[in-house]
């Protein structure tokens, strides 16, 4: 029989010693922590796991025998090493101190350790427990999900780790404002488009730094338009109209003048469509480009429009030659650029308000 990783003992050598260990095991008399009495063990021994853990036995000279046991299991008797995990190693043995390690440590090693002695009147042992601390480990959370605004979400985050880890839930956003769950499961009901974004879990212990991960939720909602506003252009300068809206998913965009479609390519204008604005671009303006467009913001949850004006640009500066009670009439009259070359008064440029 093979002991201490290549000791070779005669099996009646081998007998003889399983007898004189017998006075090690259940017979010794207990020690308590404290205890001036030999052996005196260390207080428990907390280890993170993937360390090494030593276990120290005090002894003196009074002492004939020594052993450690992992629970009924005998690990070193003297310097016999009986166990095959070579994880576990003899520090020392002198007169003083009896004390084995345990490399490389991991959780199915922790638990009661006892150091056994035989003195010149009788066996006693001490005890000592080991803790095996584990860094969290984050096995389980939600994927990222996607949502109609308005609809119930659950999300789930599960960490292990000894002690055990405390799992936090934290929205990251700009308007967030602390922890918005310490539970492994984040609970939001009736979704809004603000409550969007990613979701932080994360898992902490104290034995090393937090884990984190992150859960995206994205909340889908029919478009609005933030933005549109009539623009006057001149004849022959070039004119923009501009429409943006917001949207989950993107908006796809549509414009008509009265009932008709305007599509790309139409000759003398141009349609480019962004994920969030469309801009209706004029190279040339003419008096037939002047009138009411329609900006139509669409995705599968709804739709919306707006109506814009492209009307004729009116310069500031303007000379008066008639009535000041004329001024009034000329300033209710229609967007359209006119002139009235018989009228008692030179008009230059006439601008409506926007």
């Known amino acids: 029989m093979g002991v201490g990783g290549g000791l070779v003992v005669p099996w009646r050598c081998l007998v003889v010693l399983c007898l004189r260990l017998l006075f090690l095991v259940p017979a010794g008399v207990p020690v308590r922590s404290g205890d001036a ?9 907390t280890v993170r796991q ?6 120290r036995c005090s002894v003196d000279n009074r002492v004939t025998r020594v052993a450690w046991l992992n629970r009924s299991s005998i690990l070193y008797a ?6 095959l995990d070579p994880r576990v190693v003899l520090m020392s043995n002198t007169k003083t101190e009896y004390s084995i390690q345990i490399r490389d440590v991991d959780v199915y090693d922790e638990g009661p350790y006892t150091c ?7 066996p006693k042992t001490s005890r000592v427990h080991l803790i095996v601390q584990v860094s969290p480990k984050i096995v389980e959370i ?19 780790g000894r002690p055990d880890p405390t799992i936090t839930w934290r929205h990251i956003s700009p308007k967030a404002v602390g922890f918005v769950s310490e539970d492994e499961y984040l609970e939001i009901t009736g979704i809004t488009r603000e409550q969007s974004g990613e979701y932080e879990c994360s898992a902490s212990n104290d034995v090393a730094a937090p884990v984190v991960r992150r ?19 001149p004849v022959g300068q070039k004119g923009i109209l501009q429409c943006e809206a917001s949207a989950v998913p993107a908006a796809e965009f549509q414009w008509y003048k009265d009932d008709k479609r305007l599509v790309e390519g139409q000759k003398g204008m141009k349609v480019e469509s962004k994920a969030f604005f469309s801009r209706l671009t004029f190279f040339n303006v003419s008096e037939q480009d002047y009138g009411n467009y329609t900006c139509v913001a669409s995705n599968k949850l709804g739709n919306t429009n707006v109506s814009i ?12 030659e008639g009535p000041p009670a004329l001024r009034e009439d000329v300033f209710s009259i229609s967007m359209q650029p006119w ?14 308000p926007p």
């Open 339 to 352: 002139v009235c070359p018989n009228t008692a008064f030179s008009l230059l440029a006439l601008k409506s």
């Open 116 to 122: 056994s002695v035989q003195t010149d009147n009788h």
């Open 78 to 83: 003297g310097n016999d090493k009986w166990c």
């Open 50 to 55: 993937g360390e090494s853990a030593t276990l």
């Open 215 to 233: 859960v995206k939720v994205t909340v889908n909602y029919p478009p609005y338009i933030s933005d549109a506003k009539s623009t006057g252009v």
């Open 37 to 45: 009495t030999f052996p005196k063990a260390m207080d428990n021994v």
């Open 142 to 160: 939600s994927s990222d999900i996607s949502i109609n605004e308005g609809g119930n979400i659950s999300l789930t985050c599960i960490a292990t």
């Open 309 to 320: 004006i492209l009307y004729g640009d009116m310069p500031a500066a303007l000379t008066w």
